[in-house]
């Protein structure tokens, strides 16, 4: 079982920047592969990005693709989202996933945080 708590959320203007945080428990990190999604208002839940268990490779949605940077830190047992650029297309509910996969159509994620609103104004 993993335990996943986002923060970070908020209102920022168009342009704007944000960082999203995501501390996990319940295992050892640096074993989890981690993601991070998003459900904006009467859209399905999709995916952002995704980062390796030690870091080293890095997946993105083409939403986001040089606008977003997933990071982590397995000493602090936190999964970061650095938003810039942000736009209001970009205004969702934001949650953090561990044990992260892809079937080859689609990301999943085993266990999910209780999410973080994202607001970008115009």
């Known amino acids: 079982q993993v335990q996943v708590v986002e923060s970070g959320g908020g209102l920022v203007q168009a342009g704007g920047s944000l960082r999203l945080s995501c501390a996990a428990s319940g295992r050892t990190f640096s074993s989890i592969f981690m993601g991070w999604f998003r459900q904006a208002p009467g859209k399905e839940r999709e995916f952002v990005a995704s980062i390796s268990r030690i870091g080293g490779t890095t997946y993105y949605a083409d939403s986001v693709k040089g606008r977003f940077t997933i990071a982590r830190d397995n000493v602090k047992n936190t999964v970061y989202l650095q938003m810039n650029s942000l736009n209001p297309e970009d205004t969702a509910v934001y949650y953090c996933?561990?044990?992260?996969?892809?079937?080859?159509?689609?990301?999943?994620?085993?266990?999910w945080g209780q999410g973080t609103q994202v607001t970008v104004s115009s």
């Open positions: 996933a561990a044990e992260v996969r892809n079937n080859g159509r689609y990301w999943r994620g085993d266990y």
